[in-house]
């Protein structure tokens, strides 16, 4: 029998050229080149997901991904300057920024000295050296393994950090880590951050994506979290990228015993995103909150695809994804708990809920529970409507003009899913709590 070939598009046969390139320039390290070949050969099996991939059914990729940009190098001093202004206009959320300039980690434009004891940060490409356990991390599990987006992230590894807290170390303010993408030309960013929790310790991270307008810039970024045992990691993460931008985003944390996971996402840049989640208990007595919030207008469309994997007895998991949509927007939730046979006493709810400000958005929702289990407490359950007519003529009987109304109306919708992010020991997150706030505020008056 004959050999079929498979037909590739235009962006696939960039992609395949710009590995090839990248692999003849070698890598910083044998395990890199393992995990960039394992990645790579994921990719060229499949070829970019589209429709008649399950997981991929509302966002097909290859026909969202007509072309791929060329692969982003490191920035020189006139990119950094000009990244170094448009970090400055970022607010400060915590008392540590990390600073990545298209996908590279930048030290010159980062501020590591207020980092409190306890606390490791390593560019990507030096902490693998030499370290066989980091580079097993970087493996990632089993589900971001059998991802699309995941293998392209692995076929392409170049830069990124690892942040360690060490155990038993209390990190007093949230680490801001900025991923900033230049102005110029239109390229495609690639980086990994891990970030390891040690034992009993406590921190928060905050997450800003951004990026120029008017540029149809590609950004694939991966966050491995690894939460140990009695430890508590609050995570946030604004996805403000530029409207032109397509934006895939995975995070693949593991959760240990007597650990608690908090993950708060606002998403409202990007022409095209996705944000996958795969989230997995592998110690008993633990909590996970996953959260989000995406507002989207014009003709944005975004995806949100998440997998609660309860593999331990006794662990609580909690998903609330509000969804705000205007025009022609198009917006996704794919969610999905496992209870494995042996996670007795599970407790797992989802939710995702939906206002439509016009008549012409669309929302799939797609929310599934898989339960190997009998002794469990689950449920999922979904919602989509408009703004509550009697609401909306109670605030206008009292003088509130209509757009004040609407705003009103949709900070308290939004505020559900925001107001009790950060219940651990940082209250520092109150200032992305009043940060995604403002942002929701600003998005509502600026639908003019």
């Known amino acids: 029998m004959n050999a079929v070939t498979p037909i590739r598009t235009a962006a696939e046969q960039s992609l395949i050229s710009a590995y090839a390139a990248l692999r003849a320039a070698g890598a910083p390290a044998p395990s890199v080149e393992d995990l960039r070949a394992q990645g790579y050969s994921r990719f060229e099996a499949s070829g970019l997901p589209h429709r008649r991939v399950e997981d991929w059914k509302y966002t097909d990729l290859r026909a969202m991904m007509r072309e791929a940009k060329p692969l982003a190098q490191a920035a020189d001093a006139s990119t950094l300057l000009a990244a170094k202004v448009a970090v400055g206009n970022i607010p400060r959320i915590g008392g540590s920024r990390l600073v990545m300039v298209d996908g590279f980690y930048s030290p010159e434009l980062s501020d590591t000295g207020t980092l409190p004891d306890g606390v490791k940060v390593t560019p990507l490409s030096s902490a693998i050296v030499g370290r066989p356990e980091i580079a097993s991390r970087l493996a990632g599990s089993a589900a971001a393994q059998a991802n699309a ?46 970030v390891l929790v040690g034992e009993g310790a406590s921190a928060g991270i905050v997450e800003t994506h951004v990026g120029p307008a008017g540029t149809d810039y590609q950004k694939n970024v991966v966050l491995q979290v690894v939460v140990g045992d009695g430890a508590t990691l609050e995570h946030g993460r604004r996805q403000i990228e530029g409207n032109e931008a397509l934006h895939l985003a995975t995070l693949d944390a593991d959760i240990g015993a007597d650990a608690h996971f908090d993950t708060l996402t606002l998403t409202t840049g990007a022409a095209v995103s996705r944000s996958q989640l795969f989230t997995r208990f592998v110690g008993e007595n633990s909590k996970a909150t996953l959260r989000g919030v995406t507002m989207l207008r014009g003709r944005q469309h975004a995806d949100t695809s998440l997998l609660m994997d309860h593999a331990v007895p006794h662990c609580e998991s909690r998903e609330l994804y509000k969804h705000i949509l205007d025009n022609e927007a198009h917006g996704v939730f794919q969610g999905k708990i496992i209870v494995q046979p042996e996670a007795q006493k599970t ?30 407490a689950c449920a ?66 600026a639908r003019g």
Not at 164 to 177: C, M, R, W
Not at 353 to 372: H, R, V, W
Request: hydrophobic fraction near 50%.
């Open 347 to 376: 407790d797992g709810r989802m939710m995702s809920q939906t206002i439509m400000l016009a008549e012409g958005p669309a929302m799939d929702n797609k929310p599934e529970l898989e339960i190997f289990a009998d002794d469990v």
């Open 149 to 194: 987006a995941f293998a392209l992230n692995a076929a392409f590894l170049t830069d990124g950090l690892v942040i360690e807290i060490a155990a038993g170390t209390n990190v007093g303010h949230v680490l801001d880590l900025i991923s900033i993408t230049s102005a110029g030309e239109a390229r495609l960013i690639n980086t990994r951050v891990l």
């Open 380 to 445: 999922h359950g979904c919602t989509c409507g408009e703004l509550d007519a009697d609401l909306m003529f109670y605030l206008k009987a009292r003088g509130i003009p209509h757009k004040e109304a609407e705003a009103l109306l949709v900070e308290a919708f939004a505020r559900e899913a925001i107001e009790d992010f950060g219940e651990g020991p940082l209250g520092v997150v109150e200032e992305l709590r009043e940060a995604m706030l403002t942002t929701i505020l600003d998005w509502m008056r």
